[in-house]
């Protein structure tokens, strides 16, 4: 089950059991529509470059240094430009 999906679909959405299903906060069974998770999951996949540009980005100590060392146009082009076109917003 795509948990990440169900959730955004849901909600409402307290426990899901890969075996049993999705439950409130009741522990009432959620019935769940496949069409409705297949949605989320595009949604989510939209916002997917913000997490690969997370984690391709160097620590900010390390982009403040090249900054100081090099300058922010510098930094802009041999960093910022590098991730942005390796993940692309879609």
Request: glycine share 4%; no cysteine.
């Amino acid at each position: 089950m795509d948990h990440e999906a169900i959730r955004k679909a849901y909600p409402n959405v307290n426990l899901i059991d890969d075996e049993l299903g999705a439950f409130d906060k009741d522990d009432k069974k959620v019935t769940l529509d496949q069409s409705k998770i297949d949605a989320a999951r595009v949604e989510l996949d939209k916002l997917l470059y913000q997490y690969d540009r997370q984690r391709a980005y160097p620590d900010i100590g390390t982009q403040l240094d090249y900054i100081y060392h090099n300058g922010i146009d510098k930094w802009k082009t041999d960093i910022v430009d590098l991730v942005k076109a390796k993940y692309p917003k879609p």
